[in-house]
């Protein structure tokens, strides 16, 4: 079994300024790490995957997210927001022992990007 | 590529009803997922196709739910005798490829809600 953790539900930023949010997760296989983003009334769309190699994984918007085993953890960053990016951030997991993983889920950090 | 597509994308209906979702995958893809999103959570695994076999189905899948993949391509989510409880999104996802490497694609989901 696994499960993941955002630390945070709701992360207010102003507009131009740096943004952590934090994904920490446990499991008793590898898995592969996800993020992925949801604007209002719509589906998810994915930022970043993490499957193997480089642990520094950089993705679309200007996102990128850092691997880190030893603390389980899988933190998304950007270094300049934009008022667009105010949106659901979904950080997930998916077993890597098969090809047909289900996705396991955390709760949602809400981004807001102030003026 | 025209992405997931659900219909409907929102349903009101009484208590006690049965209501019928569709889902239409991205062409070719082999695998589709059924997850529930509730209110202020991460989206949970419901269950998983691969062509027309389904494959898992969580605990979460009670026996008032019913979902089917009869050619291998659209899929349709079924909850008889509704309950307040089901208020939920219903989110579905596709992915294509032989391996785990390929990303699931979300649809924009069905909005239900139960009065």
């Known amino acids: 079994a696994q499960s993941v953790t955002q630390l945070d539900s709701q992360v207010p930023v102003f507009e131009e300024a740096p943004v952590e949010l934090r994904c920490n997760y446990s499991?008793?296989?590898?898995?592969?790490l996800f993020w992925y983003v949801q604007y209002p009334n719509q589906g998810l769309q994915l930022l970043l995957k993490?499957?193997?190699?480089?642990?520094l994984v950089k993705g679309i918007n200007g996102f990128e997210a850092e691997f880190n085993k030893s603390q389980t953890s899988f933190h998304l960053r950007k270094p300049s927001v934009h008022i667009s990016d105010t949106a659901e951030y979904f950080c997930?997991?998916?077993?890597?022992?098969?090809?047909?993983?289900?996705?396991?889920f955390g709760k949602g950090t809400l981004l807001t990007v102030n003026p | 590529d025209t992405g997931v597509s659900q219909n409907p994308r929102h349903k009101i209906t009484k208590r006690g009803q049965n209501v019928t979702f569709r889902c239409d995958p991205i062409?070719?893809?082999?695998?589709l997922y059924w997850y529930r999103q509730t209110l202020g959570q991460g989206p949970e695994f419901l269950t998983y196709?691969?062509?027309?076999?389904?494959?898992?189905k969580s605990r979460l899948l009670s026996d008032r739910f019913s979902a089917e993949r009869p050619k291998g391509s659209f899929s349709t989510l079924e909850i008889q005798r509704t309950e307040q409880g089901d208020s939920a999104m219903y989110l579905c996802?596709?992915?294509?490829?032989?391996?785990?490497?390929?990303?699931?694609?979300f649809g924009p989901g069905t909005r239900l809600l139960v009065l």
């Open positions: 996802a596709s992915k294509g490829g032989r391996g785990v490497r390929e990303t699931q694609y």
């Open positions: 499991s008793s296989v590898s898995v592969y």
């Open positions: 993490y499957l193997s190699g480089s642990t």
């Open positions: 997930a997991a998916g077993n890597s022992g098969g090809s047909n993983y289900k996705l396991t």
């Open positions: 062409s070719e893809h082999n695998r």
């Open positions: 196709f691969q062509n027309e076999a389904q494959l898992e």
